[in-house]
C-alpha cells in the first residue's frame, strides 16, 4: 500500500483537534434548478449521488494511523468507501431563507468529521427559495486548503450548461493519485518505512539550516517591532484580549453576506488600495460596532491573522501550503476612512516582513510562528492565553465566470471555517461571478448573534463608500455606536 505522508502543518490540524474544536473547513454552495426541472430532480440527483462508486484524490484518502516503524501520518486509498455515511440528505421547512439555511449549516459544521474514513461529508439541502438548492460539503483541514478547494471545485463543474449536464459527482472529479503529494508536502508513494522516515527528517534539518539565518533575521525583526506602535507592523501575541478570545464550545453559528465585486473594486480605487485590504475594513468596521453594542470593545485594536498562498500557480495538489501575516483592524479608529488607511499601511507592512524569507523557509517560519498557539491547544490551555492574534481574515479568488453542474447554475459559495480555543470567531470571503460572498463562522456560546455581524458588515461597507468617495449613507448605515466603549476584560473560561 503506497501512503503519502503529511507535512508538519497538515500533522498539526490533526494533533489539535477535539470534540469543541473540530478542524474542517466547508463551503455552502447554493444552486438554482434547471429550467423546466421536475419535481423529482433533486431526488434523481441524490440516487445518483448514491449510486456513484468512483473516486479520485483526495476523496479516497484515508488516514492511516501512525506506527512505530513510521510516527509521521499518511494518507492511503480507501478502496471501500460507505456513500451512504459521506453523502447525507437534509430539508428544509419551505421556504427556506438564509437565516434558516444558516442555522442549518452551522449545526452541520458542529460536528467532526469521522478519521476512520476518508474526512469529508457531503450534503444535500433542498426546501430553499426562489428555486435555490444547496450543497454543503466539509473536508478536513489536514487534507486541503482554500486555494486548492476552489481548484477542486472548478474541476467538478463547467462554465458551459449543456458540457456540465454530464458532469460526474464531485468526488469522481478530483485530483489524479499521482499529484497528490505536491500540496501536501509530502513524497507519494513512498512506502512508510524507517529509512524514508529518517531521509525526510534529515532533509527537513538540512533545509532548516539552510534558512536558518533568514529565519533569525525575521523573528528578530519581529522582536524589535513589539512595544513600537509607530513602526506599523502588527506583530504575534500583541493583540489585546477579547471575548473572541476565550474557550469555545462545540455548537457552531453560521451567517452569510454578499457585495458586488464593482462596488469593492471601485472603493478600493478610490482608495489607493487593494481589494483585501477593503475586505479587512469591513471586517473591522463590523467588529467595532459589534462589540461597541456588548461594550466589548477593547480600546487597543484587534488584530487579523491573515493566510496567504504559498502554492505555485501550477501546483494542483491539495493538502496545505500557507503561512500567515498579521495585520491591525484600526478597531480603535472611529473614523472609517482613517481605519482603512491604518489598515493599508499594517498589511504593506507584514507583506514586506514576510517576502523578505526565502520561498523555501515559509514552511518553518509558519510552523515556528503557530507553534505556541498549538502547544497551548495541546496542552488544553488554549483560550486562557493571550492570543496570537484576535480573528482569523481569509479571502480566496475563486472563478470569475458563472459555472453549473448538471445544469443547475451555481449563484453562491460561502465558505465555513474553523473556530477553537481562543479563536471563537472566523471570517472567510470567497470571490465568484462578480460576487464576494462572506462565511461569518462562529462558536455559538462565546459569540451569540453572528447574524448581527454580517448586517454590521453591510453598514460598515457604507460606511467606508461615505468616507472615501463621499456616497451618503442611510441614518441606519451611519448611526454610532450608542453604548459606552470600554476596555474588555479576559473572556472567562468557558468549559471545553
Same mark, same amino acid.
Given at each position: 500500500?503506497?501512503?503519502?505522508?503529511?507535512?508538519?502543518?497538515?500533522?498539526?490540524?490533526?494533533?489539535?483537534?477535539?470534540?469543541?474544536?473540530?478542524?474542517?473547513?466547508?463551503?455552502?454552495?447554493?444552486?438554482?434548478?434547471?429550467?423546466?426541472?421536475?419535481?423529482?430532480?433533486?431526488?434523481?440527483?441524490?440516487?445518483?449521488?448514491?449510486?456513484?462508486?468512483?473516486?479520485?484524490?483526495?476523496?479516497?484518502?484515508?488516514?492511516?494511523?501512525?506506527?512505530?516503524?513510521?510516527?509521521?501520518?499518511?494518507?492511503?486509498?480507501?478502496?471501500?468507501?460507505?456513500?451512504?455515511?459521506?453523502?447525507?440528505?437534509?430539508?428544509?421547512?419551505?421556504?427556506?431563507?438564509?437565516?434558516?439555511?444558516?442555522?442549518?449549516?452551522?449545526?452541520?459544521?458542529?460536528?467532526?468529521?469521522?478519521?476512520?474514513?476518508?474526512?469529508?461529508?457531503?450534503?444535500?439541502?433542498?426546501?430553499?427559495?426562489?428555486?435555490?438548492?444547496?450543497?454543503?460539503?466539509?473536508?478536513?483541514?489536514?487534507?486541503?486548503?482554500?486555494?486548492?478547494?476552489?481548484?477542486?471545485?472548478?474541476?467538478?463543474?463547467?462554465?458551459?450548461?449543456?458540457?456540465?449536464?454530464?458532469?460526474?459527482?464531485?468526488?469522481?472529479?478530483?485530483?489524479?493519485?499521482?499529484?497528490?503529494?505536491?500540496?501536501?508536502?509530502?513524497?507519494?508513494?513512498?512506502?512508510?518505512?524507517?529509512?524514508?522516515?529518517?531521509?525526510?527528517?534529515?532533509?527537513?534539518?538540512?533545509?532548516?539550516?539552510?534558512?536558518?539565518?533568514?529565519?533569525?533575521?525575521?523573528?528578530?525583526?519581529?522582536?524589535?517591532?513589539?512595544?513600537?506602535?509607530?513602526?506599523?507592523?502588527?506583530?504575534?501575541?500583541?493583540?489585546?484580549?477579547?471575548?473572541?478570545?476565550?474557550?469555545?464550545?462545540?455548537?457552531?453559528?453560521?451567517?452569510?453576506?454578499?457585495?458586488?465585486?464593482?462596488? #469593492?473594486?471601485? #472603493?478600493?480605487?478610490?482608495?489607493?488600495?487593494?481589494?483585501?485590504?477593503?475586505?479587512?475594513?469591513?471586517?473591522?468596521?463590523?467588529?467595532?460596532?459589534?462589540?461597541?453594542?456588548?461594550?466589548?470593545?477593547?480600546?487597543?485594536?484587534?488584530?487579523?491573522?491573515?493566510?496567504?498562498?504559498?502554492?505555485?500557480?501550477?501546483?494542483?495538489?491539495?493538502?496545505?501550503?500557507?503561512?500567515?501575516?498579521?495585520?491591525?483592524?484600526?478597531?480603535?479608529?472611529?473614523?472609517?476612512?482613517?481605519?482603512?488607511?491604518?489598515?493599508?499601511?499594517?498589511?504593506?507592512?507584514?507583506?514586506?516582513?514576510?517576502?523578505?524569507?526565502?520561498?523555501?523557509?515559509?514552511?518553518?517560519?509558519?510552523?515556528?510562528?503557530?507553534?505556541?498557539?498549538?502547544?497551548? #491547544?495541546?496542552?488544553?490551555?488554549?483560550?486562557?492565553?493571550?492570543?496570537?492574534?484576535?480573528?482569523?481574515?481569509?479571502?480566496?479568488?475563486?472563478?470569475?465566470?458563472?459555472?453549473?453542474?448538471?445544469?443547475?447554475?451555481?449563484?453562491?459559495?460561502?465558505?465555513?471555517?474553523?473556530?477553537?480555543?481562543?479563536?471563537?470567531?472566523?471570517?472567510?470571503?470567497?470571490?465568484?461571478?462578480?460576487?464576494?460572498?462572506?462565511?461569518?463562522?462562529?462558536?455559538?456560546?462565546?459569540?451569540?448573534?453572528?447574524?448581527?455581524?454580517?448586517? #454590521?458588515?453591510?453598514?460598515?461597507?457604507?460606511?467606508?463608500?461615505?468616507?472615501?468617495?463621499?456616497?451618503?449613507?442611510?441614518?441606519?448605515?451611519?448611526?454610532?455606536?450608542?453604548?459606552?466603549?470600554?476596555?474588555?476584560?479576559?473572556?472567562?473560561?468557558?468549559?471545553?
Amino acid at each position: 500500500m503506497t501512503a503519502t505522508r503529511l507535512n508538519p502543518l497538515d500533522t498539526a490540524w490533526l494533533f489539535t483537534e477535539s470534540r469543541a474544536t473540530p478542524n474542517h473547513v466547508g463551503g455552502l454552495l447554493q444552486f438554482r434548478l434547471p429550467p423546466g426541472a421536475p419535481r423529482d430532480w433533486l431526488r434523481s440527483l441524490m440516487h445518483d449521488f448514491r449510486t456513484h462508486r468512483s473516486f479520485t484524490a483526495p476523496w479516497n484518502q484515508r488516514l492511516k494511523v501512525p506506527l512505530l516503524k513510521n510516527p509521521v501520518p499518511s494518507w492511503v486509498e480507501d478502496d471501500d468507501i460507505d456513500l451512504e455515511y459521506h453523502v447525507r440528505h437534509a430539508a428544509l421547512p419551505w421556504p427556506g431563507g438564509e437565516r434558516e439555511l444558516g442555522e442549518l449549516v452551522g449545526r452541520l459544521h458542529s460536528t467532526p468529521l469521522d478519521l476512520a474514513r476518508p474526512p469529508w461529508e457531503c450534503t444535500l439541502i433542498e426546501g430553499l427559495d426562489g428555486e435555490r438548492f444547496g450543497l454543503y460539503i466539509k473536508m478536513h483541514h489536514a487534507l486541503i486548503d482554500g486555494v486548492s478547494g476552489m481548484h477542486l471545485l472548478q474541476k467538478a463543474m463547467a462554465g458551459d450548461r449543456a458540457k456540465s449536464l454530464a458532469l460526474p459527482p464531485f468526488w469522481a472529479s478530483g485530483l489524479p493519485s499521482a499529484r497528490r503529494g505536491r500540496g501536501g508536502g509530502g513524497a507519494a508513494g513512498l512506502a512508510p518505512t524507517v529509512a524514508n522516515a529518517t531521509a525526510a527528517a534529515i532533509e527537513g534539518l538540512s533545509m532548516q539550516a539552510r534558512t536558518l539565518p533568514q529565519l533569525a533575521s525575521a523573528f528578530g525583526r519581529i522582536a524589535k517591532r513589539i512595544g513600537a506602535p509607530d513602526s506599523g507592523l502588527a506583530v504575534p501575541f500583541d493583540a489585546p484580549r477579547s471575548v473572541l478570545n476565550g474557550r469555545v464550545r462545540e455548537k457552531r453559528r453560521f451567517a452569510t453576506q454578499q457585495f458586488p465585486m464593482p462596488r #469593492l473594486r471601485a #472603493l478600493a480605487a478610490a482608495a489607493g488600495c487593494t481589494l483585501n485590504d477593503v475586505v479587512l475594513a469591513i471586517c473591522g468596521g463590523a467588529l467595532r460596532q459589534f462589540l461597541a453594542e456588548r461594550d466589548a470593545l477593547p480600546e487597543r485594536p484587534l488584530t487579523a491573522g491573515i493566510p496567504i498562498s504559498v502554492r505555485p500557480k501550477d501546483d494542483e495538489g491539495t493538502g496545505n501550503a500557507i503561512s500567515f501575516i498579521v495585520a491591525t483592524l484600526g478597531t480603535d479608529i472611529a473614523d472609517a476612512g482613517e481605519r482603512l488607511a491604518a489598515i493599508r499601511a499594517s498589511v504593506q507592512a507584514a507583506k514586506a516582513h514576510v517576502q523578505a524569507l526565502p520561498r523555501q523557509a515559509m514552511m518553518q517560519y509558519t510552523m515556528l510562528l503557530m507553534a505556541p498557539t498549538m502547544l497551548t #491547544l495541546l496542552a488544553g490551555i488554549g483560550g486562557r492565553t493571550p492570543p496570537m492574534f484576535n480573528i482569523t481574515i481569509s479571502n480566496v479568488p475563486g472563478p470569475e465566470t458563472p459555472l453549473y453542474f448538471r445544469g443547475a447554475e451555481l449563484v453562491s459559495i460561502f465558505p465555513a471555517s474553523i473556530v477553537t480555543h481562543g479563536q471563537a470567531l472566523n471570517i472567510t470571503c470567497e470571490s465568484y461571478a462578480g460576487q464576494m460572498n462572506f462565511g461569518f463562522t462562529a462558536c455559538h456560546t462565546t459569540v451569540p448573534g453572528v447574524q448581527k455581524l454580517a448586517v #454590521l458588515a453591510a453598514e460598515a461597507l457604507a460606511a467606508l463608500e461615505a468616507a472615501v468617495v463621499g456616497k451618503p449613507p442611510s441614518s441606519k448605515e451611519s448611526r454610532a455606536p450608542r453604548r459606552r466603549v470600554r476596555r474588555a476584560a479576559a473572556a472567562p473560561p468557558v468549559a471545553g
